[in-house]
């Protein structure tokens, strides 16, 4: 063997590892990504819309201004949506004090989420949740409905909920009011504002 040969053949001995190193590497980083991509992918997406509702937690302030803007006592059967509920805190909030609740959630992780707290906290008969787009949801059964949206989104949704809801029946909106319809009563100041709205057509207000 000349000594040209033998030192082709020990440098190629010399990259075999590397070679098979580098595609681990590569390997692992594109799996990485794509699992990276898999799990974001539901939070992520909404802000690719024209109008997105991002996951922003309630404050406890605009919980307990949410839980005071609602019909009280509850009576029963009464029934409450959360739009867009995130984690759930005002759906296991609402069903603690006897409202029939549910979230309606896009994203699939925080909808199996807050049905994990929801059996693990024993409020499963009353906290129910839906992967649920809110400009598809059905309002018409609702009695209240809950909403943490954007400015952007509020005329859209505000002649939705109009048209769909039932008369005698409350929206409680958070962080922005709705722009058109006269405000029933106030609760709290600042980013934790809450804004509730009787749905006129009778005489029923609790």
């Known amino acids: 063997m000349t000594e ?31 699992g990276l991509c898999v799990v974001t992918a539901p939070f992520l997406s909404p802000a690719l819309r024209k109008i997105c509702l991002p996951y922003v937690p309630a404050t ?7 839980i005071k803007a609602l019909h009280h006592p509850p009576k029963l059967g009464r029934t ?41 906290n024993g409020l499963s008969y009353n906290a129910k949740f839906q992967r649920m ?8 059964n609702f009695d209240n409905v809950v909403i943490f949206g954007v400015e952007e989104m509020m005329p859209t949704l505000e002649i939705k909920l109009l048209n ?16 058109n319809t006269a405000i029933t009563s106030c609760h709290g100041e600042g980013a934790d504002t809450v804004w509730t709205y009787d749905i006129i057509g009778s005489s029923e207000n609790g």
């Open 60 to 66: 406890d302030a605009q919980v307990k201004n949410v």
């Open 80 to 120: 409450l949506v959360d739009i867009g509920s995130g984690d759930g805190r005002i759906v296991f909030k609402a069903a603690k004090y006897g409202f029939h609740s549910t979230g309606y959630e896009l994203n699939p992780w925080l909808v199996l989420y807050s049905k994990m707290q929801s059996w693990k």
């Open 133 to 140: 787009d809110l400009w598809k949801g059905d309002y018409s």
């Open 4 to 34: 040209l040969n033998l030192l082709q053949e020990t440098e190629g001995q010399l990259n075999k590892p590397k070679s098979k190193l580098g595609l681990a590497a590569f390997g692992l980083v594109a799996g990485c990504t794509v």
């Open 164 to 179: 769909e809801m039932k008369p005698g029946s409350k929206i409680v909106a958070c962080r922005f009011p709705l722009p």
